[in-house]
């Protein structure tokens, strides 16, 4: 039996005044989808099946490289995690998994495995972090962790994510996801090709330790925290390394590691065309790795990504099965609340996509058609589909505003009472 955060009574009070509501709206939009020969069952029942990843560090509050604003209420550690995240799931129905950062989170696995049966968790994507110290390691990563110019250094970073995917055996995670902060912040401060020798050379070490039913993702960032070059700098970079390293690595995309602007779903179709996408950290941002909400500023783009990923999925593209999951960092606002909002978001995007009318895109395109086929997208992507996502929420036992539930329940101050604040704790931009 799981136990319930929120707890079913409250979900269902809150379910029963927007109910008829709720009916009549999934009604009406049944309606006008028929009139475009999509059965709005359908695309309910492929949203209910989909599902992201909660990060482990999203239930904690961020902080900016000047500051850091704990929120009431703030987990403690990896269990309060769980339990913040159990929440999310409670009212979302779209976010079962959970991804581990270690060593943020390191605890004896057997707990790890205990909290998530009594929470309904499953673990997700395993992460290393070498872009900053742990207390007490021998060499620090001032300087690089996998790519670093120092055997022992390199040879500790290599340890570290083999017991990553040793805690993730333990746990049941079939991936693991790299992310380095290893770049240089002046030119000449690095020799770019002898960087990424000893960071592919480091890789492959950590390749062999992988089970044979794992992944392991390679996520590229163009800068931060060195501004000058980074190692594994762009999506050209990490299509190298995951070629280097083999048919287990796949490249990850986060939508905030790019530069302004750049064409992400071509990415994304590129790297799906030579079956090397592994999947995404979604989040939005205006400049940078703002690592926002899942479509707070852009979410044309984030349905134009989907786009992509439906085309790929209806095509049965080979290889193709892209792990899902949230990366992002809040300031200013409660971080289950944003984290349901996102997994709203991305639930959202995948909907829209699956109306898109790919047999009239298909011949616009061939006849050159560029304002009928940007309007097939537009069509689609115009189209309200909340009452879809809602029903999909309350059918699987969800809440059909999930921000009002959470503020109706009362969690935050609950948690608060026992909960005492911190001025440090774990969570960060990656
Ligand atoms: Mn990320």
Not at 124 to 134: G, I, L, Q, V, Y
Request: net charge negative; aromatic share 8%; charged share 25%.
């Amino acid at each position: 039996m799981t136990e319930e955060m929120i707890g079913a009574d409250v979900v269902a009070r809150h379910n029963e005044s927007r109910l008829a509501a709720l009916r009549t709206d999934y009604e009406s939009l049944g309606e006008r989808l028929d009139r475009r020969g999509i059965a709005i069952d359908d695309i309910r029942d492929r949203v209910a099946g989909f599902s992201v990843a909660v990060p482990s560090w999203g239930v904690g509050t961020g902080g900016t490289r000047f500051a850091r604003f704990p929120g009431t209420g703030e987990p403690r550690h990896i269990f309060d995690k769980l339990e913040d995240c159990a929440v999310i799931n409670e009212l979302t129905r779209a976010t079962p998994n959970v991804s581990l950062h270690i060593p943020w989170d390191k605890t004896e696995p057997a707990k790890l495995i205990e909290a998530g049966e009594r929470l309904g968790l499953g673990f997700d994507a395993m992460n290393s972090n070498t872009f900053s110290d742990a207390p007490g390691q021998a060499h620090s990563y001032k300087f690089g962790s996998l790519s670093h110019t120092d055997r022992a250094t390199r040879e500790q970073a290599v340890a570290h994510n083999i017991e990553c995917i040793e805690i993730g055996k333990a746990i049941g995670s079939k991936a693991l996801t790299v992310w380095i902060g290893d770049g240089s912040n002046f030119p000449g401060q690095a020799s770019f090709a002898k960087s990424f020798e000893r960071y592919l050379s480091a890789m492959k070490d950590v390749v062999k330790a992988l089970p044979e039913d794992w992944r392991v993702f390679t996520e590229h960032k163009m800068f931060e925290p060195a501004f000058y070059s980074t190692v594994v700098q762009d999506w050209g970079t990490n299509y190298l390394i995951a070629q280097e390293l083999g048919p287990k690595a796949f490249c990850l995309v986060d939508l905030g590691h790019h530069a302004p602007n750049v064409n992400i779903e071509m990415i994304v179709s590129r790297l799906i065309q030579f079956r090397k996408l592994g999947g995404f950290h979604f989040n939005d941002s205006k400049y940078g790795d703002d690592d926002l909400d899942a479509g707070a500023i852009d979410p044309y783009r984030l349905f134009l990504v989907f786009n992509e990923l439906v085309d790929a999925e209806l095509a049965g593209a080979e290889g193709f099965h892209p792990a899902h999951m949230l990366d992002q960092s809040h300031n200013v606002t409660d971080p289950i609340e944003s984290l349901m909002v996102s997994a709203n978001e991305v639930r959202r995007a995948y909907a829209l996509a699956l109306l898109v009318d790919r047999n009239a895109l298909s011949a616009h395109q061939d006849a050159n058609d560029a304002l009928m086929a940007s309007e097939t997208l537009k069509q689609a992507f115009r189209t309200d589909v909340e009452p879809i996502l809602a029903m999909a929420r309350l059918e699987a036992g969800g809440a059909i505003d999930p921000v009002a539930a959470f503020r109706e329940a009362g969690y935050r101050a609950r948690v608060a009472a026992i909960r005492p604040a911190v001025a440090g704790g774990s969570g960060g931009i990656v």
